[in-house]
């Protein structure tokens, strides 16, 4: 059975950094994409980027380009995702799903999610 | 960048109603839409991929259909386990973009 388990809560002061770490189980970690998702209140989710956990290959937003770190730990089948230089805008529900990928005609989706990580940037 | 516009934003229904969400593109885009259901305070759920194909393992009250801009998810038959937020998903290829629906929130009437 497929498990996307996130680390808990954060609170960080603006400026700082925050880490938010993802453990997959249940499948060939190497096999599949890892997408980063967030939700700030009252907002619709906004696609951060991803990894390909197989070779580490990553491609980000437009939005979060230059403040956000993808890495992965095939030893632990961990995905890591570092946003730098945070600000109260990065309040958010951070999100971590797993890309299914292609069939023969088109695109599977997103088929696990993680169960959120909610970071809070205040002063 | 491709527009993608939910609506509604909120429904109210009962029991046993049939309810339609909508997703609409600013332009035409491909099939590659899936839809998700997302309870309070948990995480999302695929229900659809590719427009119209069920994830294995939901009920078949839940349908999917549309092409080029306009793209709805149907309930029949609403259960009490179906109030919920549902979202619709796009990728585009080229350039990369993956965009939200900005969600409906379903609640019991």
């Known amino acids: 059975q497929v498990h996307l388990v996130q680390s808990g809560a954060e609170v960080k002061k603006p400026g700082a950094s925050v880490k938010v770490s993802c453990q997959a189980s249940?499948?060939?970690?190497?096999?599949?994409?890892i997408h980063w998702v967030r939700q700030a209140p009252g907002q619709r989710l906004e696609w951060l980027g991803w990894?390909?956990?197989?070779?580490?290959?990553?491609k980000y937003s437009q939005n979060s380009q230059g403040r956000l770190t993808l890495t992965r730990d095939t030893s632990a089948s961990t995905i890591y995702m570092e946003l730098s230089s945070l600000t109260l805008e990065d309040t958010a529900v951070y999100f971590c799903?797993?890309?299914?990928?292609?069939?023969?005609?088109?695109?599977?989706?997103?088929?696990?999610w993680g169960q959120g990580t909610l970071v809070t940037v205040s002063s | 960048d491709i527009q993608m516009t939910q609506s509604p934003s909120s429904l109210s229904a009962s029991v046993g109603d049939t309810v339609t969400i909508t997703c609409r593109a600013s332009q035409a885009i491909s099939n590659d839409l899936g839809w998700y259901q997302q309870e309070s305070g948990k995480a999302p759920q695929r229900l659809i991929y590719a427009v119209s194909s069920l994830q294995s393992g939901v009920p078949s009250r839940f349908s999917g259909s549309g092409s080029g801009t306009e793209f709805t998810l149907t309930i029949t038959s609403l259960q009490p386990e179906d109030f919920a937020t549902y979202f619709c998903l796009h990728l585009n290829t080229d350039p990369l973009q993956y965009t939200f629906g900005q969600g409906t929130k379903l609640e019991i009437k």
């Open positions: 249940g499948y060939m970690f190497s096999d599949f994409a």
């Open positions: 799903a797993r890309d299914q990928g292609w069939y023969v005609t088109g695109w599977f989706g997103f088929d696990h």
């Open positions: 990894i390909n956990a197989g070779d580490g290959n990553t």
